[in-house]
């Protein structure tokens, strides 16, 4: 084309011309000019020319518009420049140029490099140049961008290869006579090497747990399987995305905020990109579908529809195949029934075809059934049997139930009659599409109904005798005999029902029964009804029915249907009815019978105990009159009326916990260190032979409660296991903490936390016999003298007065555990011990006290320990008196000292009263027993227990009047 604009030309002759410019360069026959033109004309063609060496020395305007790099940049650049690293590292370039020496042309289509590494496909060739003298000074590589295409034939290709192995999947899902697990590993092949991965698998999910248990998998390219259990969260955080039901798509693990701080794990099990398919049953998330690449890759649309498709079809194929399964169960499940019955149970199509028979048709024809199965009715009964059984046989496949009765004789001759019956069956279409059919042998059945005839005529005679008595029966009978209408509605009845209700038998025949029956029970009844016309039997069904004086009786009921009839005997149960409420009141007196007969109990042992320890103070105290006793002497009964006082408080505190009303004084304590303080003292109770095993929980918890009834309540149960061993053993103290309380005889129980302290031994154990009543007061099988039987009902009585309970276990001759549960609270710092606290206590300084106490020989006994201290007294009889005495300002006192219990306005009615008119007023209660106190506290207001000494009162008094503590 001499002198023609390259420009100028189209895009076909373009094309033309680079080939012949191909050809020329080929053959050495193109003049450098017209090669020039050519070589910068060619837009859509790159044309690169190097050296022998690979540099590049010529870069034409397509080769810039096609890769974006300027021929400034790549000039002296080697042509390896614009291939891939992967092509570059397997030496792609030197290999097209070894090539194109060798055969004049190295031709090629791959993926080579534009500017900014992105990525394009081309299809060109290099070619050898060579000089005048046919030297050899280069190479021209010419080529084209032809992704587009590419990509739409690899798609093409992709789509034509995933339409196959889905074709492929349904083929095997369908042949696959393997367990469930096996249709997984043929999903998992297909997916794995259509898609080029290198890991596959399905596992079972736990969604609470974040668990997935892989049983197998499929695996490519040197993967290892990673079939067990693996935790989600080890990998990521898309479990997340996958509870929600949502595919997880990761193209690379290490860019993914879901997986870049698990990328290494991900990378270890060939997982660098990964596809998550959730499979969701019943709205639970319970399976996955997994595909994993080792290196980055960007998943395709079409690819991801792909993996949705094979895990939507693996699914339906596991369901029906675990369908299949439950149905063949069941399939066996019914066989084994209907073998077991003697009678014929067969299901026929609409082509006389049998499609189940039992085995009974082994004895009836003489074949097994699967002989049966597949043959029709007239192969099977003959055609002239089933020309007998034709008229019936089309009646059910009109869809109505047929029963016939046939003369059908034995295989060996005998005879036999056979009750037949069939039962249409419905399609889903609600046409039939076959018969059930049931055939009993029923001669002994029918020959019993032909000597019954027989004795027609005489039953008939036997029938009208027995007709007059029964009519005589329905006469006399005190049973409410009835016969009534479906919808209730009296047919007939007999005189008894005139005797309970008053009404005749003409105002009652024709009446619905409902018209009687009391409103309260009209929807019970109307159930009752209801069940009848169902066909179900009644049997004492009870409910009220109007007098025709106005009261109401009740009336039970046994009742039975038969076609629109109920036919009914009915007894009047009201005296019944009266008599168990009469029981019911008997036995509520025996329980309070009961109670007193506990009381009375309670009151001999309190009285037998005070007794011995009056009688110790008693005597001490005839002695201590003496004038001549000696001092040693003096102060040994001295020191016997200070113990005797003690053990008479604690006795008294142990009824009081017992009853669950004794006044604690709760505070804050650790419990494991009580426990081991207990522990340390507990050698001396138990004795050398018992060994003492404490166990502590690895951190502190702490429990609200009276500290000197805690260490009794540990204390009296660990003397009970002590004597429980007789001395000898083993005695182990665990505390737990942060346990919940389970029910505990009936009681419910907490989620807590609560301190749970156990006290175990091995010693006899608790018989059964006994275990009700261990916490009963004076309870014990101990010997007479060795125990009083209030140590357990302290503990008990302490633990629900604290808030919690105890449990006991026993086994008789392996030990008994107590388990003690307390609430828990939050540590407090130690308060810090007054100095005054220690040493002897102070006395008065002339301060001025109202003592106020209704008791004459208390108050004043009181007012006398006042005055020895060096207080200045008045004393008030009552609480009204004492307000009184106090007036509007106080009158120069400085406290006030009131029991808590007195007749009229209480010591906390006075308190609080003084606490708003004399705010400053300091006031000391003073009690051994208080319901008030034990509900609601101090009230703000000091409290003195009940036996209290002299020292205790002075230290008290000392503490508010000094100002340490006036009022809170």
């Not at 798609?155 to 074709?167: N, P, Q, S, Y």
């Not at 039901?245 to 990109?273: F, H, K, S």
């Not at 001759?813 to 609270?825: D, H, K, N, Q, S």
Request: proline content about 3%.
């Amino acid at each position: 084309m001499p002198g023609r604009d390259l420009a100028a030309l189209s895009r076909e002759e373009l094309e033309a011309e680079v080939r012949r410019l191909r050809e020329r360069v080929r053959s050495g026959s193109m003049d450098a000019a017209r090669q020039n033109a050519v070589f910068e004309s060619a837009l859509d063609f790159a044309i690169i020319v190097t050296d022998r060496d690979g540099t590049i020395t010529g870069w034409n305007s397509g080769s810039e518009h096609v890769m974006g790099w300027t021929a400034d940049e790549m000039r002296s650049q080697n042509a390896g420049r614009f291939f891939t690293p992967e092509d570059r590292a397997n030496g792609r370039v030197a290999y097209e140029m070894t090539t194109a020496l060798r055969d004049g042309r190295a031709q090629d289509e791959r993926w080579h490099l534009k500017k900014g590494e992105e990525r394009f496909w081309a299809s060109g060739e290099m070619m050898a140049l060579r000089d005048e003298d046919d030297a050899h000074i280069g190479f021209v590589k010419i080529m084209r961008d032809r992704t587009a295409e590419h990509l739409t034939g690899v798609a093409l290709r992709d789509g034509e290869v995933r339409r196959k192995a889905l074709l492929d999947l349904s083929d095997q899902l369908a042949e696959h006579d393997d367990d469930t697990a096996s249709l997984s590993d043929v999903a998992s092949r297909i997916l794995g090497q259509v898609l080029g991965v290198q890991l596959v698998g399905y596992g079972l999910v736990d969604p609470d747990a974040e668990t997935i248990t892989v049983e197998r998998d499929w695996t490519s390219g040197g993967a290892v399987s990673i079939a067990g259990t693996l935790q989600f969260r080890s990998f990521g955080s898309y479990i997340d995305d996958l509870k929600r039901g949502e595919m997880v798509v990761i193209d690379d693990a290490r860019n993914d905020p879901r997986t870049a701080a698990q990328a290494a794990a991900l990378e270890a099990v060939n997982a660098r990109a990964l596809v998550n398919t959730p499979v969701f049953e019943h709205g639970r998330f319970v399976a996955l579908l997994f595909v994993c690449s080792a290196t980055p890759r960007t998943w395709t649309e079409d690819e991801l529809g792909f993996i949705r498709e094979v895990a939507a079809r693996t699914r339906t194929a596991t369901a029906r195949r675990m369908a299949e399964s439950g149905l063949r169960t069941s399939e066996t499940q019914l066989r084994l029934v209907t073998d077991a019955l003697p009678f014929l149970v067969s299901f026929v199509d609409r082509t006389l075809t049998y499609q189940f028979a039992n085995a009974a048709y082994r004895d009836w024809f003489g074949k097994a059934p699967e002989e049966v199965v597949g043959r029709t009715i007239p192969e099977i009964a003959g055609a002239d049997g089933y020309a007998v059984r034709r008229a019936q046989i089309e009646r059910a496949l009109a869809g109505e139930p047929v029963q016939m009765d046939l003369d059908w004789p034995r295989r060996d001759g005998g005879r036999r009659i056979a009750d037949i019956r069939y039962l249409p069956r419905y399609d889903a279409s609600g046409a039939v599409d076959g018969f059930y059919v049931f055939v009993q042998d029923v001669t002994a059945l029918r020959d019993a109904s032909t000597v019954l005839t027989q004795r027609a005529d005489t039953l008939a005679q036997e029938v009208a005798k027995r007709t007059a008595e029964r009519d005589e029966v329905w006469r006399l009978a005190t049973d409410l005999l009835s016969v009534l209408h479906i919808d209730g509605r009296m047919v007939t009845c007999n005189p008894a029902w005139t005797t309970a209700l008053g009404w005749s038998e003409a105002e009652l025949v024709g009446r619905s029964v409902f018209d009687l029956i009391h409103p309260d029970d009209q929807e019970h009844s109307t159930v009752g009804l209801a069940g009848l016309a169902r066909g179900e039997t009644v049997t004492g069904f009870e409910n009220r029915y109007q007098h025709k004086d106005g009261s109401y009786r009740w009336l039970s009921w046994n009742a039975v249907p038969t076609g629109d009839r109920i036919f009914s005997t009915t007894r009047d149960v009201t005296a019944a009815k009266e008599q168990a409420l009469a029981l019911e009141a008997t036995a509520e007196a025996l329980r309070q019978s009961q109670k007193m007969e506990a009381v009375g109990q309670l009151t001999g042992g309190v009285a037998h105990d005070f007794n011995n320890l009056l009688t110790i103070i008693r005597s001490s105290v005839d002695f201590l009159r003496r004038p001549d006793l000696p001092e040693e002497r003096r102060k040994r009964y001295m020191d016997a009326v200070s113990d005797t006082v003690e053990r008479a408080a604690k006795l008294t505190g142990q009824l009081l916990a017992f009853a669950r009303r004794q006044a604690l004084t709760p505070e804050v304590l650790n419990v494991g260190d009580r426990l081991r303080a207990v522990a340390d003292m507990l050698d001396t109770v138990t004795g050398a032979r018992v060994r003492v095993i404490t166990q502590l929980a690895d951190h502190a918890c702490f429990i609200k409660a009276d500290l000197s009834q805690f260490e009794t309540a540990l204390v009296n149960m660990a003397v009970n296991a002590r004597d429980a061993m007789d001395g000898e053993g083993t005695l182990t103290l665990r505390l737990g903490c942060g346990a919940a309380m389970p029910v505990i005889r009936n009681h419910a129980g907490a989620d807590g936390p609560f301190a749970k302290i156990e006290l175990s031994d091995t010693g006899s154990g608790i018989a059964e016999a006994d275990m009700g009543r261990i916490f009963e007061p004076f309870f014990t099988t101990k010997e007479v003298g060795k125990g009083t039987g209030l140590g357990l009902s302290q503990v008990f009585g302490f633990a629900k007065q604290s808030g919690g309970d105890v449990e006991v276990q026993s086994v008789v001759g392996a030990g008994t555990t107590f388990t003690l549960y307390l609430p828990e609270v939050a540590e407090e710092a130690e308060p810090e011990t007054p100095d005054e606290e220690s040493g002897p206590a102070p006395g008065g300084t002339g301060q001025k006290v109202l003592v106020v106490e209704d008791n004459i020989e208390v108050g004043t006994f009181a007012t006398q320990i006042l005055e020895d201290l060096g207080y200045r007294t008045e004393w008030a009889a009552n609480a009204e008196s004492a307000l009184i005495r106090l007036g509007t300002d106080g009158d120069g006192f400085e406290v006030v000292f009131s029991d808590v219990v007195m007749p009229g306005m209480g010591g906390i009615a006075l308190a609080e009263e003084l606490r708003r008119r004399l705010p400053r007023l300091p006031v000391v209660l003073a009690s051994g027993y208080s319901h008030v106190l034990v509900e609601n506290g101090e009230h703000g207001f000091e409290l003195l227990h009940k036996p209290y000494s002299a020292d205790q009162l002075s230290r008290v008094l000392r503490r508010i009047t000094t100002g340490k503590r006036r009022y809170r």
